[in-house]
Every structure is written in structure tokens, then in C-alpha cells.
């Protein structure tokens, strides 16, 4: 959805992947509660330039279903706590947003009626339509998948114009920007080029979906301040990936 006029955000609605990983902030496990403020401010931002925004949030901060059936865990189980861990997350999220006056809501693909609301999709765009943040948690409420595959997921289903994967680097590269300073970075690539060149954005389950489904998306780095509110108001921030 493009509009020529710059004032105006580019997009209508947005489905914003945040990691668990994220979360931490600075820390080593959990929450930290001063990058969870600047995040919420950040949603916030989002919100104020007239873009409705879902988020889907990980839980590899707290537990990954793959880490656990390593040490011996059922896999199944493994998968629920690690989808449980959403749950945390998402709570922590709509706590921070609520707490500087951003109206949120927390829905689960898997029932925690005491705790949340149940994913209805119908319910979902409502909240999105009324200006509400709307926090997907519990993933897509299945073992074996990930968060990243429940974003594509979510952001298919109530029709999003975009979806942003927040990572720790500036986009998509050719190598680890971590480890090699010489690592290029991709401005643009197809979906089908994410496949091919098994670059490590999210897994191919996610990106097939988003390719099945005409999904623009943009990865772009979460730790440069503003860089979410930019990339939500259609900016050319990070790697665009596209058809
Ligand atoms: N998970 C799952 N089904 C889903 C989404 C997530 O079983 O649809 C579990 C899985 O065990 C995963 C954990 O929840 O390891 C946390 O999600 P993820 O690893 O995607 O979090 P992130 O890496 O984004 O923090």
C-alpha cells in the first residue's frame, strides 16, 4: 500500500516479530524492564503515526522447545513450555504498553481464559480496527513450529501490508555482521533467494508462507532507537524481502 503523500504511513496494518531474545535486553535471561519501556514507547510511536499494529513475540529468553528436548525433555512438552514462555512475554509487553497508556490486548492460541483472551481472528482485527496493540501469544499453539512461522502466519491471516522481523543487525547479510566485518548487506532480495541461499533470517516454513502469500517483509535492527517507527512508516531501513 503505497501513498505519495510522506506525511502519511505507507502502511495500513503491521505484524511486527519481535524474538524473546529481544526482550532481554542487556541481561542474560528474562526481562529487562528498561528495554521493555523503550520498546513500549517505541509500539507506541507506531500506533501514534495511524498504523495498526500486531506483534507476535518469541520466548527463546526464557525457554526454546529445541534446547529442552536436548537435555532430555519430550519435545512436545518441550514445545509447550517454550510456547508458555510467549505467554510471559506477551503479559510483560501489554503490562509495559498499558502502563504508558497504550490500549493492548494479549490473545492465545492456546486457552488461558483466567490470563488472556483466546486468538480469534474476527476478534483480532476488531482490536487492530479500535487502535488496540494486539499481542498473538502461545505461537500458532502447535509443537514443531516457531514464533517466526506463527508471525507469517498471524500477518497473512489479518491481512497486514507488512511484516517486520526485528533482529540485532542492520537487515539480511551474506555472512554473520557478528563475527565478519566484511559481511555485505542485502537492500533487497526475493523470497526465493532467502530459500535458495539458506540465509539465516527465519525459518523456511515463515518464508514460504509470507512467499505464498505476496507478504512483504522487512528485517531491520530493533537496538537502533526509532529504527522500528521508520521501518513502520515505510522507510527503506534494513533488507526488504519481496517477490
Ligand atoms: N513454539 C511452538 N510452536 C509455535 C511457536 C513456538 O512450539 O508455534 C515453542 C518452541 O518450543 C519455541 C518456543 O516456543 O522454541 C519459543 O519460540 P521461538 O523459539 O520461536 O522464540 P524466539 O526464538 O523468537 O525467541
Redesign the pocket.
Known sequence: MTNSDDRQPRYRRILI??????LMGSADYGIDAAFLRRLATEIAAVRELGVQAGIV????????????ARAGMDRVT??????L??VM?SLALQDALESIGVFARVMS?IRINEVCEDYIRRRAVRHLEKGRITIFA?????????????ASLRAVEIEADLLLKATKVDGIFDSDPVGNPAARRYERLTYQQVLDQRLNVMDATAIVLCRDHLLPLRVFNLNEPGALVRAARGEDIGTLVTN
Open positions: 516479530k519481535l524474538s524473546g531474545e529481544a513475540i518469541g520466548g527463546g529468553n526464557l525457554f526454546r522447545g529445541a534446547g529442552l518441550a514445545d509447550q513450555m517454550g510456547m514462555a510467549t512475554n492460541a502461545a505461537g500458532t499453539g502447535n509443537p514443531f513450529f516457531t514464533t517466526d512461522t506463527a
